[in-house]
């Protein structure tokens, strides 16, 4: 059975910093790329960053670009999001998700693209 399972969300002060982690577990991954996806309520599912497996190629959306990193650890199976600087406005739920490699990166930004999700971590940021 595929998991994947976000932890590091909590409460942080607008400027600082948070580290999400996604563990990946239930299959071989090798040719998927993972993704995370933050979602405010009364908002649409947002696309924030994606990496491939191998970590070759990493994809952001321009509101995170230069504050956000995202890295994989293949020997844990495990994606990380590293969010500095962080922004009130970036409050959401933010999930991690997995999609086979696609030939466009565009595909990455698209949730429907993914055919496994986690349930969600919470990122509150005070003013």
């Known amino acids: 059975q595929v998991q994947l399972v976000e932890s590091g969300g909590g409460l942080v002060q607008a400027g600082g910093s948070l580290r999400l982690s996604c563990g990946a577990s239930g299959r071989t991954f090798s040719s998927y790329a993972v993704g995370w996806f933050r979602q405010a309520p009364g908002k649409e599912r947002e696309f924030v960053a994606a990496?491939?497996?191998?970590?070759?190629?990493?994809y952001y959306a321009d509101s995170v670009k230069g504050r956000f990193t995202i890295v994989i650890d293949n020997a844990k199976s495990t994606v990380y999001l590293q969010m500095n600087g962080l922004k009130p406005e970036e409050t959401a739920v933010y999930s991690c998700?997995?999609?086979?490699?696609?030939?466009?990166?565009?595909?990455?930004?698209?949730?429907?693209?993914?055919?496994?999700w986690g349930q969600g971590t919470q990122v509150t940021v005070s003013s």
């Open positions: 990496i491939t497996w191998s970590g070759r190629s990493t």
């Open positions: 998700a997995a999609s086979p490699i696609r030939p466009f990166s565009y595909y990455y930004t698209q949730p429907s693209k993914y055919d496994y």
